[in-house]
């Protein structure tokens, strides 16, 4: 499961994630990748995201004005990796997403 976010939004949200769903043995690769703006994205990023299978998006108020995780979220629709979203606090939903969990502030 590949775990795509905005750093400056769910940085902690995306740890417990990650850690819970290894406990429980999954095997995880959580983007921890700093680009620049304008570069393009990286190959083995993308590889990474297509060798996870499944790829889950951190829903937050900032997520479309982010260039790089947008990128994530088509490569996740165009090669079927879902993605399944997890929304924090009502935030502007992905359409594309397969399935959503919602999760608020005080959870």
Same mark, same amino acid.
């Not at 937050?60 to 979220?73: A, D, H, N, P, Y």
């Given at each position: 499961?590949?775990?795509?976010?905005?750093? +400056?939004? #769910?940085? $902690? &949200?995306?740890?417990?994630?990650?850690?819970?769903? #290894?406990?429980?043995?999954?095997?995880?690769? *959580?983007?921890?990748?700093? &680009?620049?703006?304008?570069?393009?994205?990286? $190959?083995? *990023?993308?590889?990474?995201? +297509?060798?996870?299978?499944?790829?889950?998006? *951190?829903?937050?108020?900032?997520?479309?004005?982010?260039?790089?995780?947008?990128?994530?979220?088509?490569?996740?629709?165009?090669? $079927? *990796?879902?993605?399944? #979203?997890?929304?924090?606090?009502? +935030?502007? +939903?992905?359409?594309? #997403?397969?399935?959503?969990?919602?999760?608020?502030?005080? $959870?």
């Amino acid at each position: 499961m590949f775990i795509s976010y905005l750093r +400056a939004e #769910a940085s $902690q &949200g995306a740890e417990q994630i990650h850690d819970g769903l #290894a406990r429980s043995g999954f095997r995880i690769f *959580l983007d921890r990748f700093s &680009g620049t703006a304008g570069r393009l994205f990286p $190959q083995e *990023l993308s590889e990474a995201m +297509a060798s996870m299978g499944l790829v889950v998006l *951190l829903e937050t108020s900032g997520l479309f004005r982010s260039r790089w995780t947008m990128w994530e979220v088509g490569f996740a629709r165009r090669y $079927q *990796l879902g993605p399944i #979203a997890v929304n924090f606090n009502r +935030a502007r +939903a992905i359409r594309t #997403a397969m399935v959503r969990h919602p999760v608020s502030e005080d $959870q």
